[in-house]
């Protein structure tokens, strides 16, 4: 290569390092979108109200929370991925979308390899099982004996058909032999409220949908999926203690689009990751049982691919197959 040619090529590249850090300065000049595959209410929709709170000031625009609920995640996702990727619009993705919306539907209308990539991991949510108070039950084991006594009656309230919370419940119903009828929710608030009215008789979720219900005596929390017990909820027995390998958490991962300059993307992860180190933060995050976890892009990634890989597992155990 001639000293032409080498000077334009390195001239290019200097000229492509210093848009990256000119649009990472200048970014952002207009209120910044995060997409919630859930309805308003819902956890994610919870930790992303949180979370858009405290970036506002310090991003000087609003954070604008774009709900756009139903069929796994797939109609928020299929906007997403769609967007500009000017660093304007990311998604605010729980556990099911990135984990086992891709194997169960046929149609998905996003790849995750190609049209995503990870910002930030915001927490982790271990889900619970909670009871309506109708049932008369005030703890696990009862729970599985008034359910193996009655298969098929108890009214087992999801958030979404195919959502982590349904396959926890499908794990721990499979693990202790009940036999429970599923009736799914467009999302979070319908399911609880299902509960709530003695509809239905028993719904697994995270637990930030559930935690304001129990602290108020409207709903019973029986389990908790997590392997270990949680902090602040010692009380309430992890299903792994009496079905050894049986455990399940939720998560909530911001993604950017495709080709959105990595600069923003750097900048993002690391306000939030101010965010998520804030006393307040923390503890308002930790009373709903989101536990936060700040961590680099690539900690993001990482923590994605091992949970995809780990619930790709859990669907061909299961027997699952895409609609």
Not at 181 to 189: A, F, K, M
Request: hydrophobic share 45%.
């Amino acid at each position: 290569m001639n000293t032409f040619k080498t000077s334009r090529l390195l001239a290019l590249v200097a000229t492509c390092i210093l848009a990256g850090t000119v649009s990472a300065q200048t970014w952002p000049t207009k209120p910044v979108k995060f997409i919630v595959p859930l309805p308003a209410g819902s956890a994610v929709d919870i930790v992303a109200r949180i979370v858009g709170e405290k970036l506002t000031p310090a991003w000087g625009q609003g954070v604008v929370i774009e709900n756009r609920a139903g069929a796994g995640g797939i109609p928020a996702m299929s906007a997403f991925v769609r967007s500009p990727a000017d660093g304007y619009t990311f998604a605010l993705v729980v556990a099911t979308v990135a984990t086992l919306t891709p194997h169960l539907y046929k149609n998905p209308q996003y790849n995750l390899d190609t049209d995503v990539v990870p910002v930030a991991t915001i927490g982790t949510s271990p889900m619970m099982i909670a009871v309506s108070p109708s049932t008369g039950v005030s703890n696990f084991a009862d729970f599985v004996k008034l359910a193996k006594s009655q298969p098929g009656k108890l009214n087992f309230a999801i958030p979404l058909p195919n959502s982590t919370p349904h396959l926890a419940g499908e794990m721990v119903s499979a693990a202790a032999g009940m036999k429970l009828h599923v009736v799914p929710y467009n999302g979070s608030t319908a399911a609880v409220t299902s509960a709530l009215a003695g509809e239905s008789q028993v719904l697994v979720d995270g637990l930030p949908a559930l935690v304001p219900h129990i602290k108020a005596g409207k709903l019973r929390a029986i389990a908790v999926t997590s392997k270990q017990r949680l902090p602040g909820y010692e009380q309430v027995p992890s299903v792994s203690e009496t079905y050894p390998g049986v455990q399940a958490i939720g998560w909530f991962n911001l993604l950017a689009v495709k080709g959105t300059p990595q600069a923003i993307i750097d900048k993002v992860n690391a306000d939030i990751n101010t965010v998520l180190k804030m006393p307040d933060v923390v503890a308002k995050l930790a009373d709903l049982g989101v536990y936060t976890t700040p961590g680099s892009v690539k900690d993001a990634a990482d923590f994605m691919a091992s949970e995809r890989q780990a619930w790709a597992k859990t669907v061909k155990e299961l027997g699952l197959q895409p609609q």
